[in-house]
């Protein structure tokens, strides 16, 4: 079936660092691609998607590209800020109508 | 415009109790669905309603677990007698009308759950 693996956190930074949390997908066909966040103490909220091949879904300084040929969603951010720091997950939308998410990495920034 | 909403956002019993959560979609999305994240793992899908049916309860992880939707608006999720492995966050998403091979779905803040 459907998956998403993502990198374990927690992953630490310190302001103003590149932010890389690496995806990768399994699934038949081509499925849309999301990142989610979860800030402290709110609910999910969907930062960037990509519905095919190439696409780059980008919010807040915040990008990842749809890439096939690795089946990956990798996010990234060249310059983090405190307020950056939250829960993020990546997901898959499946052909069943329900979104495949990853376990989550906790971002947390140091001032 | 509201966005989706849960109640309680937190709720605290004990084992063998019974527990309602309670999930308010967008006015005017006939989906509704049900995750959960248990132990810091990936976030699960439970269920999905369309209006007032159950399109697919594949996720539903036993008998305990009972979700409705009566009148197709709010939705309830009944979990009797609750065990300690249910302890986790319950996500409430709904979404407007299936068009194409995509359909965002709106998340609500959660209600987290804790089984003593």
């Known amino acids: 079936g459907d998956s998403v693996t993502q990198m374990e956190g927690p992953v630490t930074l310190s302001e103003e660092a590149f932010l890389t949390i690496n995806c990768t997908y399994t699934?038949?066909?081509?499925?849309?691609l999301f990142w989610y966040v979860q800030y402290p103490g709110e609910g999910l909220q969907l930062l960037l998607k990509a519905t095919k091949a190439d696409d780059k879904g980008s919010n807040k300084g915040f990008e990842a590209t749809y890439r096939k040929e690795t089946t990956s969603f990798h996010l990234e951010k060249g310059s983090v800020q405190v307020s950056d720091s939250a829960v993020y997950f990546c997901?898959?939308?499946?052909?069943?109508?329900?979104?495949?998410f990853g376990s989550g990495t906790r971002l947390s920034i140091r001032p | 415009e509201a966005g989706v909403t849960q109640f309680p956002s937190h709720s605290v019993i004990e084992k063998g109790q019974t527990v309602t959560l309670r999930c308010d979609p967008i006015s005017g999305h006939d989906n509704l669905y049900w995750y959960r994240r248990v132990m810091g793992k990936e976030i699960k899908f439970l269920l999905h309603?369309?209006?007032?049916?159950?399109?697919?309860e594949s996720g539903m992880p036993n008998n305990r677990f009972l979700a409705e939707r009566t009148g197709g608006t709010y939705s309830t999720l009944k979990v009797q007698p609750a065990e300690l492995e249910d302890s986790g966050v319950y996500f409430c998403a709904s979404s407007p009308f299936y068009r194409g091979l995509y359909n965002e779905q709106f998340f609500g803040p959660g209600t987290r759950l804790t089984v003593l």
């Open positions: 309603f369309v209006k007032e049916s159950k399109q697919d």
């Open positions: 699934a038949t066909g081509y499925p849309s």
């Open positions: 997901a898959l939308y499946s052909s069943a109508s329900k979104i495949i």
